[in-house]
């Protein structure tokens, strides 16, 4: 069945620091990626998506490229703020599903200043 | 602008008492889902309904019953709360059945203790 591996956290950063997430998928055909980012009392939000292969989502400077020869959806932002401190999750959704998702198990940020 | 919108926020429960976790959208979505949280296992799908009038079991039903009132409401009820329920459940909705690269919208959760 489909699945999503995250790195495990929690990831601690300085702020202005490098930030990398790690995310591989298994899946059939050709899925759609997501992150997803939770906030402390809050529900999920969408962060940004890629639909096919070598698409590239971004959003308030964060960005992860859909590479299928490595079934891969890395986050990465270049220069981490306090405020990005949250759970970030990866998430795919099959071609054949109905609409569900498959996530993965979310990796906790925290950013000091 | 509500979105999903999801009631109560928090609720205590004695093992063996029933209730109705409520949900409902105003985005004119088709489809629409319950999860539940708990600590280091992400998201876990109870049940989803791909379009008002049907309901399918997700990953973890057992102990849930769902109701999909209108297209707007889908309510998730516990007929009789056991400790191993007690978790954070979202509810969440997305535009079209069959539409693969629609995102979820997601509510604010209701945190749910049974003692």
């Known amino acids: 069945g489909d699945s999503v591996t995250q790195m495990e956290g929690p990831v601690t950063l300085s702020e202005e620091a490098f930030l990398t997430i790690n995310c591989t998928y298994t899946?059939?055909?050709?899925?759609?990626l997501f992150w997803y980012v939770q906030y402390p009392g809050e529900g999920l939000q969408l962060l940004l998506k890629?639909?096919?292969?070598?698409d590239k989502g971004s959003n308030k400077g964060f960005e992860a490229t859909y590479r299928k020869e490595t079934t891969s959806f890395h986050l990465e932002k270049g220069s981490v703020q306090v405020s990005d401190s949250a759970v970030y999750f990866c998430a795919l959704q099959a071609n054949t599903n109905a609409g569900k998702s498959t996530f993965g198990d979310g990796t906790t940020l925290t950013v000091k200043p | 602008n509500a979105g999903v919108t999801q009631t109560p926020k928090f609720q205590v429960l004695k093992t063996g008492q029933s209730m109705t976790l409520q949900c409902a959208q105003d985005?004119?979505?088709?489809?629409m889902y319950w999860y539940r949280q708990d600590p280091g296992m992400g998201l876990r799908l109870i049940y989803y309904s791909a379009s008002e009038g049907t309901t399918d079991k997700g990953e973890v039903p057992n102990g849930y019953n769902v109701s999909r009132l209108n297209k707007r409401e889908f309510s998730l009820r516990l007929e009789s709360a056991a400790p191993s329920q007690t978790s954070v459940y979202f509810c969440?909705?997305?535009?079209?059945?069959?539409?693969?690269?629609?995102?979820?919208?997601f509510g604010d959760g209701t945190r749910l203790s049974i003692l």
């Open positions: 985005m004119n979505h088709n489809s």
């Open positions: 899946a059939t055909g050709y899925p759609s």
């Open positions: 969440a909705s997305s535009e079209a059945t069959g539409a693969y690269n629609q995102p979820q919208h």
């Open positions: 890629a639909t096919k292969a070598d």
